[in-house]
């Protein structure tokens, strides 16, 4: 695959279509982009295309003759040069099952025509992006890459199981689940390198320019701005800088200024001690210095939640399809899985839902903590969906006999008589397209079979329970 992008424009595109018409305005469209566009009617001209000098993405029509858009994306996803060349098919077909072919084959997306003109240049863009990030990120973040690869074997595992025929909407919610944390990587990316071309070559003298109490204050700015723990809704934030207006007010020339980039470093107490720093002749330059600081380490932090997202959902397909048996058990405690789950969806609860903790006295059990914790994961996401993100999730554990008891209780609509005894099915679900895959449950009960413990459900309207049991050895 080509060099990391400089700029997305300058991408080089092979389109294949066997209809001229198509061709040229395909060609024309991308051309008036500014991106290098290579036309070709057929797929041995792609594939000979491709291999001499490979493009940075493909537009692939399926309905071609002696060979199709099918046999075009084997042949180069079975070639070392091409396989990473991200291929998206345009076609008229429009059948569930020929879209599930085309994401069997290596497909990336699929356009169907009459197409868009903007929605064909968005999703080029996307997957260049995608694209170029992955490179970016291949040797700093090989555990992503694995992650995908492994995503990647499990599609077609799936795929040419029994089930294709479910398999389609199960594939397009990964993609959107891929795609949000790999976006949320790219634009973290772009943060890093604009601040290191804006503000690394500058730092030797900006530290020699600086007094020695200029440089206490600017270290003790981002000291805080990079140890807050603490998250905040936008209305409190929009309260804290209110607050400190009101403070610093009769202080400073610029209130509102610096009220609001103390509150976008998400520095909020103390800020009494930073007064005689807005006193000093370079305080504008310090504030500003230190606030570049703090976005380099915040988006240091999205990087990491991405990814951890991401891995997420290739371990959930991981664990639908085999389990590891080189895994060794340990010994963990229950509490601890269940507060770092609480804490990764700290934002989502913090818009409207109360978690009640009625925690017993439980001792360690030896179990497999990573797939338990995919366990609470399912558990306590259902449970904010059920209740869209408003309401009360108690959970309450405690040791009966020989096992451990963990319930999880929303008070959500509850589920439907007639759909309790399916919810643990794989692929049945009662999410709209898109949300759900319909293996989460699935899931759970194996893992949980694989601990030798049990799930079961109980439902009524604005009461629904999860309870789980697990031996203790």
């Known amino acids: 695959m080509n060099s990391t992008l400089p700029k997305p424009n300058r991408a080089n595109i092979l389109v294949v279509d066997d209809t001229p018409e198509n061709l040229r305005l395909l060609a024309g469209i991308l051309s008036e982009k500014g991106y290098q566009v290579r036309p070709v009617p057929n797929g041995k001209l792609a594939l000979s295309a491709a291999q001499k000098m490979p493009p940075d993405l493909v537009l692939l029509d399926i309905m071609m003759p002696e060979m199709d858009g099918y046999e075009v994306c084997q042949r180069l996803k079975d070639s070392e040069v091409t396989k990473d060349i991200p291929v998206i098919f345009i076609s008229a077909i429009n059948d569930v099952m020929d879209k599930v072919k085309a994401f069997g084959v290596g497909g990336v997306d699929f356009i169907t025509k009459p197409f868009q003109v903007e929605e064909v240049l968005a999703r080029i863009d996307t997957h260049l992006k995608i694209c170029s990030l992955q490179q970016s990120l291949q040797e700093k973040n090989q555990d992503l890459a694995t992650a995908i690869h492994q995503l990647q074997a499990t599609q077609e595992q799936l795929i040419q199981s029994e089930k294709m025929a479910a398999l389609g909407q199960l594939i397009a919610g990964i993609a959107h689940e891929i795609n949000t944390p790999l976006g949320i990587i790219g634009s973290s990316i772009d943060n890093i390198a604009n601040f290191w071309d804006d503000n690394l070559v500058k730092m030797p003298q900006f530290f020699q320019q600086l007094s020695g ?20 809704t936008s209305k409190e934030k929009r309260k804290f800088k209110q607050l400190i207006r009101d403070l610093i007010r009769e202080s400073v020339e610029n209130p509102e200024e610096i009220a609001d980039t103390l509150v976008d470093m998400e520095i909020y107490q103390d800020i009494e001690q930073l007064l005689p720093l807005f006193k000093l002749p370079d305080w504008e330059v310090i504030l500003n210095t230190a606030y ?96 869209d993100y408003k309401g009360t999730l108690t959970i309450e554990t405690h040791q009966q006999e020989a096992n451990i008891v963990l319930k999880f209780t929303d008070n959500g609509k509850g589920i439907p008589t007639e759909v309790l005894p399916k919810i643990f099915q794989p692929f049945f679900t009662t999410k709209s397209a898109g949300e759900g895959s319909g293996l989460g449950l699935d899931i759970v009960r194996k893992i949980l079979e694989k601990h030798e413990g049990t799930i079961a459900v109980e439902s009524v309207p604005g009461q629904t329970t999860f309870t789980v049991s697990l031996p203790i050895y």
């Open 213 to 232: 109490e200029s440089q206490t204050y600017f270290l003790s700015l981002v000291y805080r701005a990079t140890h807050q723990e603490s998250s905040f």
């Open 292 to 387: 570049q600081f703090s976005s380099f380490k915040r988006s240091i932090n999205l990087i990491q939640r991405a990814t951890a997202k991401s891995g997420k959902v290739v371990f959930a397909l991981k664990s639908y399809a085999h389990f590891d048996s080189k895994q060794e058990k340990i010994q963990a405690n229950l509490h601890d899985g269940i507060e770092t789950v609480l804490t990764l969806y700290q934002n989502q609860l913090k818009q409207g839902i109360e978690v009640v903790k009625n925690y017993g006295n439980l001792p360690k059990i030896v179990c497999y903590p990573d797939e338990l914790n995919q366990v609470w994961t399912n558990l306590i996401h259902n449970a904010l969906q059920a209740m």
